[in-house]
Every structure is written in structure tokens, then in C-alpha cells.
């Protein structure tokens, strides 16, 4: 049973015992979120594209924290939204609401991930005119797409924990996604994810990573 953790910036996140592993960092669950996918991904994104509306895969769903943070971000920039997140292992709609993440977006951002997530989980629903989102219960590897992507966010559990969501195949099947001018972003960085996206031609960045972690990995492709 997952446990619910306070991490250094006030903010909560879960342990999962079975992976042994925090679903967000122990140094802060918002701060890492922000840094790593909204503010190195999502914005970057949209200065580097004249867009008002952007299309995401997200590797790991979880507690779904990236996702209000990003909805709560186009709603009030009047960007449009796709999001598809990706969840072997959904998390019940009562642990979430126990994480308090509602302290973190508008009563608006919250109310309406609340009220679809369990829809969500069984195909697409319309959450505004101009967002929607879909998270898929299966494994990365079994998922299959027809859409190209704006950004992944890839926030599997680390290697040492979960090495199948690092290997090769997997980084070349989830870079497939993208289009052209997409954005790959992760928490983290090491010789052979590095090696990996740039095989799938993409143009490699190491950036400066959230607190208690000095890079992550940023990747553009071609």
C-alpha cells in the first residue's frame, strides 16, 4: 500500500513499497514538478513555438500532479491541451485527494481533474472547450499511437529501481511519439539515456536539475 510522505518543501507524495521508490522527489514533490516538466518543458516549449496549443504524453501519471500544474498553467494562458498520460497502475481517486495538490492550482483546476479522472481512465473526456485528457491503464511498451506529440514527460521510476523503463528499446519506442521540433524531459540524466535519444536524432541538453539533483536531461528532436 502506498504511504503518504511530506517532502522537503511541504508538499506530499506517495512511497510505493513494492518499487521502493517516492513518486516524486523527498527534496519536493511541487518544486521538482515545476522545474522539471513545467517550467524546462512546457514553457520551454511554448518560447520556442508561436502556439496556443500543445499536445502531451506523459510516461507515468501517478498522482497526477504534473497534469494539474500543466492544466492549471494553459487554463489561465488560454493555451489549448491534450494530455495522454500513461499508468500501468492507477492510483484510486481517494488516495489522491489525500495529497493535498489541491493547495497548488485554482479550485477550478482541481474541480475539474477530480470530478474526470475516473473517467479519464477509461478513454478520453472533454474537460473544457479546449482540453482534454486520457490516461491509458497499461504498460509504456503496449501503448500505440497514431498522434505525434509537443512534449513527452518521462516520469517513470529511476533506473535502479525500475531499469525496464530505461532501456533502449523503451526511450526508442516512447522518442516514436514525437514530432518533429518535440521536446523530451526528464528528472533525470545519465551516459546511456543520453546515448539513447540522441540515436533517435535528437539534439541533447544537460540542464540544471531540480533541488537535491545537479542535471536532468532535455532533448530536442530533429
Not at 513518486?23 to 502556439?51: D, R, T
Not at 506523459?58 to 500544474?69: A, D, M, R, S, Y
Request: aromatic share 10%.
Amino acid at each position: 500500500m502506498n504511504v503518504l510522505v511530506q517532502t522537503a518543501d511541504g508538499s506530499n507524495t506517495l512511497f510505493n513499497p513494492i518499487i521502493g521508490e517516492h513518486y516524486h522527489s523527498a527534496h519536493g514533490a511541487l518544486q521538482e514538478s515545476e522545474h522539471v516538466f513545467i517550467q524546462s518543458g512546457l514553457k520551454h516549449f511554448l518560447s520556442l513555438n508561436e502556439e496556443n496549443h500543445v499536445h502531451i504524453l506523459e510516461v507515468g501519471f501517478g498522482t497526477g500532479l504534473n497534469f494539474i500544474l500543466t492544466l492549471d498553467f494553459c487554463l489561465q494562458n488560454n493555451i489549448g491541451l491534450q494530455y495522454t498520460g500513461i499508468e500501468a497502475f492507477p492510483l484510486s481517486v481517494d488516495i489522491i485527494e489525500q495529497t493535498g495538490y489541491q493547495n497548488f492550482v485554482t479550485p477550478k483546476t482541481w474541480n475539474i481533474f477530480i470530478s474526470a479522472y475516473e473517467k479519464a481512465k477509461m478513454g478520453k473526456v472533454q474537460l473544457t472547450p479546449t482540453c482534454t485528457l486520457e490516461i491509458k491503464h497499461l504498460s509504456l511498451d503496449h501503448f500505440i499511437s497514431a498522434d505525434k506529440y509537443d512534449i513527452v514527460y518521462y516520469d517513470a521510476f529511476s533506473v535502479r529501481h525500475q531499469p525496464e523503463m530505461w532501456s533502449n528499446e523503451i526511450i526508442a519506442h516512447t522518442c516514436n511519439f514525437l514530432k518533429s521540433g518535440g521536446i523530451f524531459i526528464t528528472y533525470a540524466i545519465t551516459g546511456n539515456l543520453k546515448r539513447a535519444v540522441k540515436s533517435c536524432g535528437f539534439e541533447i541538453e544537460k540542464i540544471k536539475g531540480a533541488p537535491g539533483k545537479r542535471e536532468m536531461l532535455r532533448a530536442l528532436k530533429h
